[in-house]
């Protein structure tokens, strides 16, 4: 398909990554979360409400979230042509072309998931915040492969681990070199 994406920005806009993923690249199981950390609960809601407030995801991953989460837009990807939710905060769209104006726009936006909106998208990122943690997980769905030799680490954090927050975990960002 050809769309006119600009795959690198060096300023500007862009589209940023937002995702926890456990040792073996596990992100989800059973359409849900495989693990359970406030911790990274906590980031993911200020990440998002910071900035563009804006969050792009795939239909099974709006459907994995309690409900439309509160001061944020959802940008949400689907084929399915009769998909309709009455919000002012949600966007339907049905083609990655549709993405355009957020990957080209002077603001960053932010992906959210699932497994294949972080594969397709994956060439349009330019920044990266991983919760890495630290243990192996069951699970079905897995961020994709990446050539770490092309992100360099721009910030890193030891999460803290407690009575809530059981699994060990670090929060990193990433930007492409
Ligand atoms: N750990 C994390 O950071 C994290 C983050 C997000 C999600 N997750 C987990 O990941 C799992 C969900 O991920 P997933 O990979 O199964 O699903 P997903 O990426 O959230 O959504 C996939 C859906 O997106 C739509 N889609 C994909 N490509 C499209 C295209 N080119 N054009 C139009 N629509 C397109 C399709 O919707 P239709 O079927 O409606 O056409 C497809 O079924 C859950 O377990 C969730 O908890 C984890």
Redesign the pocket.
């Known amino acids: 398909m050809e769309i006119s994406l600009k795959k690198r920005r060096c300023s500007g806009g862009m589209l940023t990554y937002?995702?926890?993923?456990a040792k073996n690249n596990v992100?989800?199981?059973?359409?849900?979360?495989a693990w359970h950390l406030p911790n990274d609960q906590k980031f993911f809601r200020q990440t998002t409400l910071s900035g563009s407030k804006t969050m792009i995801?795939?239909?099974?991953?709006?459907e994995?979230l309690p409900r439309v989460l509160p001061g944020r837009k959802h940008v949400i990807?689907?084929?399915?042509k009769d998909?309709k939710l009455d919000d002012e905060n949600v966007e339907i769209v049905?083609?990655?072309a549709d993405l355009m104006p957020y990957v080209n726009a002077d603001e960053e936006y932010f992906v959210?998931?699932?497994?294949?909106?972080?594969k397709?998208l994956f060439p349009y990122t330019q920044r990266m915040y991983i919760t890495e943690i630290d243990e192996e997980f069951e699970g079905?769905?897995f961020f994709p492969d990446y050539d770490s030799s092309e992100w360099k680490v721009t910030a890193k954090k030891e999460g803290i681990v407690d009575e809530r927050n059981k699994h060990k975990h670090t929060f990193w960002t990433l930007e492409r070199i």
């Open positions: 937002v995702a926890a993923i992100i989800g199981k059973d359409k849900a979360l995801m795939g239909r099974r991953t709006f994995s990807l689907t084929q399915k998909y049905h083609d990655i959210i998931g699932g497994a294949e909106i972080f397709m079905d769905t």
